[in-house]
C-alpha cells in the first residue's frame, strides 16, 4: 500500500497520480491558459454578457477544438485527456467549456461519425483552428430537448432538402458559421448542416441571462430554407 505525503483538498481520490505523463501535461497545459488568459477577463465578460471571442485562436493552438477526433487537422487525444480539458475550462467559466464541448463534440463529432468525406474534408480542418465556429440545434421552443416532439420538419425539394422551424437555447448561435440542425423528415430525425448566410436562416441572440453570461446562446429560425443533399448527414 502507498500512502501520500499530503492530501490535496481539490483530489481526495488522487486521481492525479492515475493520469499518464500526456494526460497531466494536456491538463497543467489548460491549466496555465485558463490562468494567464480567462480568468483576467471573465469577469468583465460575464458582467457584460459577452462571449471572449479573442480566446479562440488560443483555444485553437492548443489543439482544444476537436481534441478527442483524430484526422482533419485534430489533436487525436484520449477521452482522458478531453475530460481534463473541460475541467479546467470550467473552472476557469463554463461558457468556455461550452464554447469548446459545443464546437468539438456535437458540431465536429457528428460530422467526423456521421458525415461523408466531402463534408470532413470541407469543415473538420478549419473548424480545428478556429475558423469556423459551430452550433448544435436540437432543442425547441415548445418540446425542449425531447426528439419525439420535435416540430421542426425536411421536406424533400427536387434534389435539395426545405427546412423550417425553430430552435431554442442554442450555444454559439449567434457567431456560428454553421449549424448542426436536427429535423423531422419522412424516414425519421436527421441532421442538416446549415451554413451561415443561407437564406431564411437566423440566429439571433438569447439576451439577459442571469447565467453563463460569457456563452454566446441564441434561438435559430428557419423559414424555408434550403439545403443541398450534400450536407445532409450520411446516417
Ligand atoms: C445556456 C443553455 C445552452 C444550451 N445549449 C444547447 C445547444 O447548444 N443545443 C441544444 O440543442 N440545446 C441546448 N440547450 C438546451 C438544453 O440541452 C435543454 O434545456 C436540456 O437538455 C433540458 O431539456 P428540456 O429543456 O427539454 O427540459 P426537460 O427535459 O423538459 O426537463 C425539465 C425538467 O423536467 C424534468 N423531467 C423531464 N422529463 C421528466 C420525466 N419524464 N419525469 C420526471 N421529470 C422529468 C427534468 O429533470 C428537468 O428538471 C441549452 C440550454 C441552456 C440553458
Known amino acids: 500500500m502507498t500512502t501520500r505525503k499530503s492530501l490535496d483538498p481539490l483530489d481526495l481520490y488522487d486521481v492525479g497520480s492515475l493520469l499518464s505523463e500526456e494526460e497531466r501535461m494536456v491538463r497543467d497545459s ?6 494567464e488568459r480567462v480568468l483576467p477577463v471573465i469577469r468583465k465578460h460575464f458582467e457584460d454578457h459577452t ?37 479546467e475550462l470550467e473552472r476557469g467559466d463554463s461558457g468556455i467549456r ?6 468539438s463534440s456535437l458540431c465536429m463529432y457528428p460530422i467526423h461519425a456521421f458525415g461523408s468525406e466531402a463534408q470532413r474534408q470541407k469543415y473538420l480542418p478549419r473548424m480545428a483552428t478556429g475558423e469556423l465556429i459551430g452550433c448544435f440545434g436540437l432543442t425547441e421552443p415548445h418540446g ?66 442571469f447565467s453563463l453570461r460569457a456563452s454566446s446562446t441564441g434561438a435559430i429560425f428557419l423559414q424555408d430554407v434550403v439545403v443541398p443533399e450534400e450536407n445532409v448527414s450520411g446516417e
Open 30 to 35: 489548460v491549466a496555465r491558459l485558463v490562468d
Open 51 to 87: 462571449f471572449p471571442r479573442e480566446l479562440v485562436g488560443e483555444l485553437a493552438a492548443l489543439g482544444l477544438l476537436g481534441s478527442s477526433l483524430d484526422g482533419y487537422g485534430c489533436a487525436g487525444l484520449n477521452a482522458v485527456s478531453y475530460g481534463l480539458i473541460c475541467q
Open 98 to 103: 461550452s464554447f469548446v464541448s459545443v464546437q
Open 144 to 209: 425542449g430537448s425531447d426528439p419525439g416532439n420535435m416540430k421542426t420538419h425536411a421536406k424533400r425539394k427536387g434534389g435539395d432538402w426545405v427546412l423550417n422551424g425553430a430552435k431554442m437555447w442554442i450555444t454559439n448561435a449567434p457567431i456560428a458559421d454553421l449549424a448542426v440542425v436536427w429535423a423531422q423528415a419522412e424516414d425519421g430525425i436527421r441532421g442538416f448542416i446549415v451554413e451561415r448566410g443561407t437564406k431564411g436562416f437566423e440566429a439571433p441572440e438569447i439576451e439577459r441571462k
